[in-house]
């Protein structure tokens, strides 16, 4: 049975709006090994069909073609690969090499897309080198060879997984009479070490060189004419070790595409460069909005006693009163705190003392008397431990018989020297629930407004007493004084933050303080990604740039993606190797971009110290890790399109391109 046998084999193509043409009609035909087969016709007569259907470049066909018992007819994608990889090589007219891989790694190529080991597909590249008279051009390009050196590579390359067909198309096409006949006598020698050898050529002096001579002519086979012919055996190869044929590693689709990025090294650095711009605008406004959040949590740090946690009763808005349903123009109001509030804020852990505050609002009922001059305040309140000795601005806290005042209040007082009033004594008027308080008290100390600690009361102007004597002022006018703030005193500042959040988890809400700095710190998030979507914006231009380039990379490459194909990669191969391109670009990018962002950071935190006394630039490391991981995604994701395209293309189309 002959190793190669054709039959009824019928080829059309399609013609838009025309009667499909038959290209190939019923060819029976029958090759065995050992055979140096020419099959010569005019063009247009078929051939290169016939060609492309044997290697399996071509698979819209019917009829039977049969090769070492299996019927490519029937053969899955997965089989084809097999079968380019185990039993068919090409040689092409125009060599096909890959320009920016060398002679070696132009060899080895298809051992590479069969996950071979580097040392095995070498060692074995270079015996077939060696053999063809190439051991001297192992490390050369394609364009440092001469025709007949690149058609030699070409062999080589078609040889190397010891294919037991091999097919070439006008293999001596491109070379001069001499060279022409040193890769005749190479492909003799290939058949007598028992490969079927089968050409394409438009040469008499070539098919004069075979054994047997196939004529074909409007699609069928006019004549099979056999010669005996003795080829010399001066050229043996010893067979290639049986491997299990496996498929194309990540890992060397990533040297794959590092190979070629090479080959357009410049442009693939100025694509790097472009995406890098958005990964620096990109991390340097994140850090630039955690360094302000930062700057503002430390400014409130150093105003606040670090062991103390304030908790509010939460806002109720009341929307209705009484049984005419009509709304509540009072507004929003907070419970007091009972008893059992107090007591369940002294459960949570790392809390030793609970104690009471109060805070009123009023618009122009309060009002202090100093030398026959009357100043209204809005908030009078109690004061707490929460207080820092830094919130001091003058004096002391205050005790049971005296008082505390703001700066913004004693400047209205006396603008020229505020601090005289500590040891003064003032007339205070108290509006409670339409009742007036009135007494003579001392002012102890002087506070600072601006201080976070004071929270939203401390920007007023604000008179602050002692809870005990604030309490007895009540009571000697009827009224009773109801706490609506507590503060908790931890036992040690790293478990603030912790009881902070129990306060929430319970129901309440936090300190003015907290309250402020939560709405500062979510202002400032709201502006930073603002800023980090304007910046983002480059991306997008990133990612269209790579998907132009991206594509005139497939354009490119067609030749070699059609190359790939008949030496046995898959669609997944090519695709794999392009996204592998992308991943690279996106991680230089990304690169690139974080070692700018950080020298940035680095200068500009250096000028604003010298300015400013503190650092406006926190870059940490999951913005450094965020913004190589958007580069590599926006990259990848800007190559799906172009790699899909690439893996879809024709091998027969590709390989024609020019």
Excluded: C, W
């Amino acid at each position: 049975m002959s190793y190669l046998s054709i039959k009824n084999l019928n080829k059309y193509y399609k013609i838009t709006n025309q009667p499909d043409f038959h290209v190939l009609k019923s060819i029976d035909l029958d090759l065995d090994k050992g055979e140096l087969v020419s099959i010569i016709g005019e063009s247009g007569s078929g051939k290169s069909t016939l060609m492309n259907v044997i290697g399996g470049l071509d698979s819209d066909f019917s009829g039977d073609v049969v090769v070492g018992g299996d019927n490519i007819a029937n053969f899955s994608q997965k089989d084809m690969v097999l079968y380019h990889k185990k039993k068919v090589g090409f040689v092409f007219q125009s060599f096909n090499l890959v320009s920016h891989l060398s002679v070696l790694e132009n060899v080895s190529l298809a051992m590479t897309l069969s996950n071979v080991s580097k040392k095995i597909r070498q060692e074995r590249a270079k015996e077939l080198l060696e053999v063809l008279g190439l051991k001297e051009q192992l490390h050369k390009k394609p364009n440092q060879l001469s025709g007949g050196q690149k058609q030699r590579v070409a062999i080589a390359r078609a040889l190397i997984n010891d294919p037991d067909v091999i097919i070439a198309d006008e293999p001596t096409g491109a070379l001069d009479s001499e060279t022409t006949e040193q890769v005749l006598d190479i492909l003799e020698s290939i058949a007598a070490d028992g490969k079927l050898v089968i050409m394409v050529t438009h040469s008499s002096r070539v098919a004069q060189r075979s054994n047997r001579v196939i004529t074909i002519a409007d699609g069928q086979i006019k004549k099979d004419e056999t010669f005996e012919r003795h080829f010399k055996k001066g050229f043996h190869v010893a067979a290639k070790a049986d491997q299990t044929v496996k498929q194309l590693s990540l890992f060397s689709a990533i040297k794959l595409a590092l190979l070629n990025m090479k080959e357009k090294l410049s442009r693939n650095i100025l694509i790097a460069l472009g995406s890098s711009i958005g990964i620096m605008s990109v991390v340097l406004m994140l850090s630039l909005g955690k360094g302000v959040n930062d700057y503002l949590n430390d400014q409130m740090q150093k105003n606040v006693n670090p062991t103390i946690a304030e908790a509010q009763m939460p806002v109720e808005t009341s929307t209705s009163n009484g049984d005419d349903e009509q709304p509540d123009l009072a507004g929003p109001t907070s419970k007091p705190f009972a008893q059992s509030d107090l007591d369940k804020l002294a459960t949570i852990d790392h809390v030793t003392e609970v104690s009471k505050a109060y805070s009123n609002f009023s618009f122009g009922g309060s009002a202090l008397t100093y030398d026959d001059q009357s100043y209204s305040f809005m908030n009078f309140s109690t004061i707490s431990a929460i207080i820092s000795p830094n919130d001091i601005v003058a004096g002391e806290m205050p005790d049971d018989q005296t008082i505390m005042v703001n700066q913004s209040l004693a400047e209205k007082i006396n603008q020229d020297d505020p601090d005289s009033l500590v040891g003064q004594t003032v007339s205070i008027v108290l509006t409670v629930d339409t009742k007036q308080i009135t007494g003579d008290f001392k002012i102890s100390g002087i506070y600072n407004p601006n201080g976070p600690s004071a929270g939203i009361a401390g920007a007023l102007d604000s008179v602050q007493f002692t809870y005990d004597h604030l309490k007895k002022l009540y009571e000697d006018n009827g009224l009773e004084l109801e706490p609506n703030a507590a503060y908790l005193v931890v036992d040690d500042r790293q478990h603030t933050d912790q009881v902070k959040q129990d306060i929430k988890s319970l129901g309440y809400s936090g300190g003015d303080a907290d309250i402020l700095a939560d709405t500062f710190s979510q202002m400032i998030d709201i502006f930073t990604y603002v800023l980090t979507g304007v910046a983002a914006i480059s991306l997008v231009v990133s990612a269209i740039m790579i998907l132009t380039v991206m594509y005139i990379s497939v354009v490119e490459r067609t030749q070699e993606i059609g190359v790939m194909k008949a030496i046995g990669a898959r669609k997944k191969d090519i695709r794999r190797i392009f996204v592998s391109e992308a991943f690279l670009i996106g991680l230089f990018g990304g690169l690139i971009g974080i070692g700018v962002a950080l020298l940035l950071t680095v200068i500009g935190n250096n000028l604003i110290m010298d300015l400013f006394d503190t650092t406006i630039l926190h870059p940490t490391l999951a913005y450094l890790l965020f913004g190589i991981g958007i580069s590599i995604f926006i990259s990848m994701i800007a190559s799906l399109i172009p790699a899909y395209s690439a893996s879809r293309l024709d091998p027969v189309d590709a390989l024609r391109h020019d």
